[in-house]
């Protein structure tokens, strides 16, 4: 029965562990949220990875990855104006000709 017991205690103290390190809790999460999903993904296992990746992110890491977004974006757009501009200053000096390609 000695045995039984320390076995026992490792358990409760691995339980409270997880519990404290809020494994529990993102478990759960994960698992709440593939219960309430209307259609099953065909891969649960893929679901649970995509979407506990998502729950151990704290607030500061997505705010700083949804700025790096946004200034992505504004610099593709930049890029996208300047291109647009190079390429009609480039049709000046270099007349397209009917076929779509550049006159020689």
Same mark, same amino acid.
């Not at 029965?1 to 039984?4: E, F, K, S």
């Not at 649960?44 to 990875?49: D, G, H, Q, T, Y």
């Not at 501009?85 to 000096?93: C, G, M, P």
């Given at each position: 029965?000695? @045995? #039984?017991r320390a076995s026992d205690s490792k358990r409760e103290? #691995?339980?409270r562990y997880l519990e404290k390190a809020g494994v529990v809790d993102s478990l759960t999460s994960v698992f709440v949220s593939l219960y309430e999903q209307p259609e099953k993904p065909?891969?649960?296992?893929?679901?649970?990875?995509q979407h506990l990746g998502a729950v151990g992110q704290t607030s500061s890491e997505t705010e700083a990855l949804q700025q790096e977004v946004i200034d992505l974006r504004q610099r593709c757009a930049?890029?996208?104006e300047e291109n647009e501009?190079?390429?009609?200053?480039?049709? @000046? #000096?270099e007349p397209v000709s009917?076929?779509?390609?550049?006159a020689n």
């Open positions: 029965m000695a @045995h #039984y103290q #691995y339980r065909t891969n649960a296992l893929e679901f649970i990875k930049c890029l996208v501009d190079l390429k009609s200053r480039l049709q @000046h #000096y009917e076929d779509g390609g550049a």
